[in-house]
């Protein structure tokens, strides 16, 4: 077993052996940057073998994550051999979705769902978007303390992912309660809220089962179960695809761009005079997206598996080797982004971070999430917004999702 790292532990003197930064805690802790500090120096791919999710090689380097995922024929996503992050799930756990496959299902099934991110449908949601916006920031008080995660991050996404499926209102915060349970993956390593899980996995199916059986009967429309009522791909698919499928399109979208509001608001709180550049010139705000996205990085890994032997970075990888590509890390590799840990809006090339990943399974709905984050920052200068964080965050302890559960603010109005 690697030793447990705590917050405060020497990154600069721990042998490198030891670091295991799928260690749940650094990222509780929210102390993680000093020791991917450490590997990007010393060990830009490293090997640790005895970690609680097995043997595992790290990926550091901004390169080194775009070289593996630019050959994913060698580099496999497949569900078969583990799928996309450190945890290997197994048996019924291990669900089918084409995040986690290879060419050229994985092909076949992104096609289906990428017209409901095309520009006309982006075009179409910004209407929506901004009117749901609008109107729950109109119901935030200012001057008084509330938690941002709980009203603004959970409650922006949600509704983004109702219009996303044209799912019904009323019902769209079970795809909170959805997203919550399928995208954590300490939950599906205890054998016993994994049970939970599992069971909110088979609700979660045979409801959007019954969306996709409406839909069939009715004439194709670009909400995302529509298309795949429609399609050959994926109009027909096995029970534990669908449930895959529908996990993927519901975490994909939720967690990410959760945790991409929650991360603007503390961002902003640490570097207020970027906020005052946007107060002083609301048309920056497109060029401040991205460079969030990357302060943020909402996932903090994807997950490989070798179909053969290979090399990385002149470390030899045997065939079988689990592969994890520290996005966390990419986007604070300091000879692309220089000052890489402060947010800086008119950094020229915030576009070139990770967050979305890169290559074929680069993610498809980055625009949206893009969208979603600048009809928020628009909306919320108009109504002359700035906000402060009033407490300690609460963050996620583990190492996929990088995010907060909790993050107290007040809201003050700006001159
Ligand atoms: C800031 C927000 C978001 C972030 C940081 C993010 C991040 C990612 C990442 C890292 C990947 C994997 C890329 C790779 O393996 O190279 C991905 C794929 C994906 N994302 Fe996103 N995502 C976000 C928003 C969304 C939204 C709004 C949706 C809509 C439902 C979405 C749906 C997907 C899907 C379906 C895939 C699989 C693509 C494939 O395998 O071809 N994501 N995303």
Redesign the pocket.
């Known amino acids: 077993m690697a030793t447990q790292l705590r917050a405060g532990d020497p990154a600069d003197t721990t042998p490198l052996s030891a670091i295991d930064v799928s260690d749940p805690l650094l990222y509780a802790h929210d102390s993680w940057r000093p020791w991917f500090a450490r590997l990007r120096a010393e060990a830009p791919v490293h090997f640790q073998p005895n970690s609680p999710f097995g043997p595992y090689w790290s990926v550091c380097s901004h390169a080194d994550i775009q070289a593996v995922?630019a050959r994913p024929d060698i580099f496999s996503?497949s569900h078969e051999f583990g799928g996309?992050t450190i945890v290997d799930l197994m048996g019924e756990f291990n669900l089918p979705q084409?995040?986690a496959m290879d060419r050229p299902r994985?092909g076949e099934q992104?096609r289906v769902?990428t017209p409901s991110f095309g520009p006309s449908e982006i075009q179409r949601m910004a209407m929506e978007v901004r009117a749901r916006t609008a109107e729950l920031l109109d119901t935030l008080p200012y001057g008084e303390r509330f938690d941002w995660v709980e009203k603004v991050s959970i409650e922006l996404t949600t509704g983004m992912l109702a219009i996303?499926f044209d799912f019904p209102w009323a019902d769209r915060h079970l795809l909170t309660l959805w997203s919550d349970w399928g995208g954590d993956i300490e939950k599906a390593l205890n054998p016993e809220t994994n049970l939970v899980r599992h069971q909110h996995m088979l609700d979660m199916t045979h409801y959007l089962d019954r969306l996709m059986a409406e839909r069939k009967a009715l004439p194709p429309t670009a909400d995302l179960i529509s298309l795949m009522a429609h399609s050959d791909a994926m109009g027909d698919m096995p029970f534990q695809e669908r449930t895959g499928n529908y996990i993927?399109?519901i975490v994909?979208?939720n967690d990410?761009?959760r945790n991409?509001m929650s991360g603007a608001a503390h961002a902003f709180h640490q570097y207020p005079g970027e906020w005052a550049k946007l107060i002083a010139d609301p048309a920056r705000i497109p060029a401040a997206v991205p460079e969030i996205?990357r302060w943020q990085t909402?996932?903090a890994h994807?997950r490989r598996t070798c179909l053969e032997d290979t090399e990385v970075g002149g470390k030899a990888m045997k065939k079988g080797d689990k592969v994890v590509l520290w996005?966390i890390s990419g986007n604070r590799d300091e000879s692309v982004f220089p000052d890489a840990e402060r947010l800086d809006i008119d950094r020229p090339n915030a576009r070139r971070h990770l967050?979305?990943?890169?290559?074929?399974?680069?993610?498809?709905?980055?625009r949206?999430?893009e969208l979603q984050l600048q009809v928020l920052f628009e909306e919320m200068l108009k109504r002359k917004m700035t906000v402060r964080v009033v407490g300690e965050p609460d963050y996620v302890p583990q190492s996929f999702v990088h995010g907060y559960r909790k993050l107290p603010v007040v809201i003050d109005r700006h001159g």
């Open positions: 995922e996503s996309i084409f995040i994985h992104r769902i996303l993927l399109l994909g979208g990410t761009t991409s996205i909402p996932l994807m996005y967050a979305f990943g890169f290559g074929v399974h680069r993610c498809v709905g980055a949206l999430a």
